[in-house]
């Protein structure tokens, strides 16, 4: 029997900020939709006589109350009795993300699960971006040194990404080769991104948020000063903000192609209207943020779409 609950796959929800998580916003919105929220350590999750079962515990949320979450009662879960099973646990897009993946893929076909599975470890987040080069400032992606070393003859400036990691982190602008420094990223992280700088990130990215092969909203992220990052999580102010044409046209395309790929909900990212490479399938944030910047609630959309 499926009963109205939603399992969330994720980080514990003390690591949470209630006043910008998108997981506690979309729970806090299926909650009063008379469902049981059920969360989950990735950690946690089992096959135990070919049942996939998770140890976790019920929760109640309320983003409003400095107290944001109460814990109800701890127990092992059959994911099977879910309705939905939201895949919210950050990055970075290690063999335990995978394993938990390949999971999930064995009930796939009785419990609707957001991102799939499947999807989400084809769809990988940066290398997905490869297809759309053309919208992209000047890229690759590469572990070998003498192409990195052309590459800073060409731009000069450089922005160094890892491939699997989230949120700003290990994110190096270079004003000049460093093959120490290459060489260090490169042993802790195998192939990584290295992309031309752009200056007008001071004025800040755009993130765009895609649901059901929609283009549903955006929010602007400006840097503090002296930052080149724009996440939230490392001090850029968020923005209410429209897409451009060109942005709106891209976003539509990518959109569309990530229905195709089973990809229910996703974050893209711009800068200066180039696409920055960044496809966020895993984790995508920002929908408690566009909310509070324009009062357009997307989790409300996220749940209608799913008919929930």
């Known amino acids: ?30 909650q009063s939709k008379k469902y049981k929220i059920f969360y989950y350590d990735p950690k946690d999750l089992s096959v135990i006589n070919s049942k996939v079962i998770a140890k976790g515990f019920f929760i109640k949320f309320d983003y409003t109350k400095k107290k944001f979450f109460k814990i109800l009662n701890k127990q092992k879960l059959d994911l099977t009795r879910c309705k939905f099973i939201l895949i919210r646990q950050d990055p970075p897009f290690n063999l335990e993300y995978i394993s938990a993946t390949y999971i999930l893929d064995t009930i796939k076909d009785k419990v609707n699960i957001i991102n799939n599975p499947t999807s989400i470890r084809n769809v990988s987040e940066k290398l997905y971006s490869v297809k759309y080069q053309k919208y992209m400032p000047s890229t690759i992606f590469t572990q070998n040194i003498d192409e990195i070393k052309n590459f800073f003859r060409m731009h000069k400036k450089v922005i160094l990404k890892p491939i699997h990691s989230f949120s700003g982190n290990d994110i190096h602008l270079l004003n000049k080769f460093n093959l120490k420094l290459i060489q260090k990223f490169i042993k802790q992280h195998d192939h990584i991104m290295c992309q031309k700088y752009l200056p007008k990130i001071s004025k800040g990215d755009k ?10 909203g955006a929010i602007s992220r400006v840097p503090k000063k002296g930052s080149f ?23 539509k395309l990518i959109a569309k192609d990530l229905k195709k790929e089973n990809i229910y909900f996703a974050g893209i990212d711009f800068i200066d209207q180039k696409l920055n490479g960044d496809i966020n399938v ?21 749940w209608e779409d799913l008919k929930a």
């Open 1 to 30: 029997m499926i009963n109205k609950i939603v399992a969330v796959q994720g980080n514990h929800p003390s690591k949470l900020n209630p006043t910008t998580d998108t997981s506690v916003f979309l729970a806090n919105e299926i």
């Open 229 to 251: 990052l724009s996440n939230m999580s490392k001090g850029a102010k968020p923005i209410n903000i429209k897409l451009t044409k060109t942005e709106n046209r891209i976003s």
């Open 282 to 302: 895993t984790s995508p944030t920002g929908l408690k943020t566009l909310f509070d910047l324009s009062g357009i609630n997307l989790a409300k959309t996220f």
């Open 207 to 216: 993130r765009v948020f895609l649901i059901n092969g929609k283009v549903c």
